[in-house]
């Protein structure tokens, strides 16, 4: 990687002093928090709906891009990241994104290709990746139980954020890290315009135990990142927990409406043994040796640690629905901005939501340490949204394309293996290979142009 940038050492000797309010403790609030420490005269608060911080949630995996990110955010990001990842378990597949294999059909079992980028296929547990970015921030800068209800924008005084406890704080710049259901975008863009957007796809999600998934599937396709792709289908496995556990998605991409209140609900296994049939006997593999499995609580913050797996009271399969978000005509006005899953909630096929929430952050950083006075910081933050809006909102867009790719849909290539092995092998370069250091001297230069 290319030497990380000093932005701390760039700003004024004595600038003057302001606040930001960050709405929401995910990873993207969390590294934005942290990248703003770094600046003594840049006092930040961080305001959860929550009572506590949300260990609860699924893998997360994060590329190279993501991971230069976090290293030009604060090395005490990276090593968060780092603290937690599982990688690719055998060296010769340290590089591999994934092994894209067919799934059904006269070339079931034929490797398609083996994506590789700088850092391979390295994921974490949310929850531990979490606790990590959270003991580098400053216990009192954290407030709870406070969900944002109104936000007030007014010329010549500070943003007034209420919340629903009828408590309200001031601040000088309001950022929203508040997941896909943002109160910030809703103020941002209006309720209908703030509304998720359901994909049509979907997924059964769960967990195997390695040395079961080994004895089934075999030591290379248990122990490394693997996607089975095949007709309206796929199933992507990776190792997770340091190698001790095997994390299942079997994708479904026929799934037109979600008629759901809940956007994870209750299934039956026979469904999924239904929606795979016919399939390769590596596919059956799978959700063979996944089926005795199906009982384990999906991602509770448990199996990342020495505890042994804990049963439900009732054995449900779930059933996960992929929401994502329209493009935004903004993502600022003001002094507020929004950022992550609130701006650009994208389904997960490239790997890449927690990635551009890190792009976020590291921008939204760069631009505020530049700010000189409480007049530019609207200029700050519509530099942010020049930069990132685009980038971000082709993510959105091109992981539903790669979604009817891997479910072999995609408009022109089809089930035509030679074309699906020559779209893969370089799709994602644009996402893996960005230049950190040309995205933030961009933003940089646009805040400066436009004073």
């Not at 590294?31 to 420490?37: D, I, N, V």
């Not at 998720?196 to 999600?205: I, K, L, N, Q, T």
């Not at 389904?347 to 890449?352: A, D, E, Y």
Request: aromatic residues 8%; proline residues 6%; contains cysteine.
């Amino acid at each position: 990687m290319s030497p990380v940038p000093n932005h701390a050492a760039s700003v004024s000797p004595t600038p003057f002093s302001y606040n930001v309010a960050i709405v929401g403790g995910g990873i993207g609030g969390l590294t934005l928090a942290l990248g703003l420490l770094k600046y003594p005269h840049i006092d930040v608060q961080i305001y959860e709906s929550a009572s506590s911080f949300g260990w609860i949630g699924a893998g997360v995996a994060i590329g190279p891009n993501g991971q230069k990110a976090l290293e030009i955010i604060s090395p005490a990001a990276k090593a968060a990241f780092d603290e937690h990842a599982t990688p690719n378990m055998w060296p010769s597949k340290a590089k591999n994104f994934a092994a894209f294999i067919v799934g059904k059909g006269e070339r079931a079992g034929e490797v398609i290709l083996e994506a590789k980028n700088e850092t391979g296929m390295q994921s974490v547990h949310r929850a531990d990746f979490l606790d990590e970015l959270v003991k580098a921030v400053p216990a009192e800068r954290a407030h709870f139980n406070k969900c944002l209800q109104k936000i007030e924008d007014k010329d010549g005084r500070p943003v007034v954020i209420r919340f629903s406890d009828e408590t309200s704080v001031t601040a000088d710049v309001v950022i929203g890290a508040d997941g896909i259901h943002s109160n910030v975008r809703k103020y941002l863009l209006g309720t209908e315009a703030a509304k998720p957007v359901f994909s049509g796809y979907v997924a059964y999600r769960g967990i195997i135990n390695m040395d079961a998934a080994v004895e089934a599937l075999g030591a290379e396709h248990a122990q490394n990142s693997t996607l089975i792709c095949g007709p309206g289908r796929a199933i992507f496995t990776y190792p997770i927990n340091r190698g001790a556990l095997v994390n299942v998605a079997a994708m479904d991409f026929d799934h037109p409406i979600w008629e759901h209140e809940k956007w994870i609900v209750p299934t039956d296994w026979s469904i999924v043994s239904q929606r795979f049939e016919g399939w390769s006997s590596q596919a059956q593999a799978v959700i063979k040796v996944w089926s005795p499995f199906r009982s384990y609580i999906l991602y509770p913050a448990h199996i990342y640690s020495n505890e042994p797996p804990k049963l439900l009271d009732k054995p449900d399969l779930a059933t996960w629905a992929f929401w994502d978000t329209a493009p935004a005509s903004t993502y600022t006005r003001g002094r507020v901005a929004m950022l992550g899953d609130a701006a650009h909630a994208t389904t997960p096929f490239q790997g890449q939501g927690a990635g551009q929430a890190i792009e976020d952050s590291e921008v939204i950083m760069t631009v505020l340490s530049k700010v000189q006075n409480l007049k530019q910081i609207p200029n700050a933050l519509m530099a942010y949204n020049q930069v990132r809006r685009p980038r971000a909102q082709r993510v959105v867009e091109t992981s539903r394309e790669f979604g009817k790719l891997l479910g072999m849909q995609s408009e022109g290539v089809g089930e035509d293996i030679e074309k699906m092995k020559e779209h893969l092998e370089t799709r994602m370069h644009w996402l893996w290979q960005r230049n950190q250091t040309a995205q933030l001297n961009g933003a940089v230069e646009l805040f400066e142009e436009s004073l």
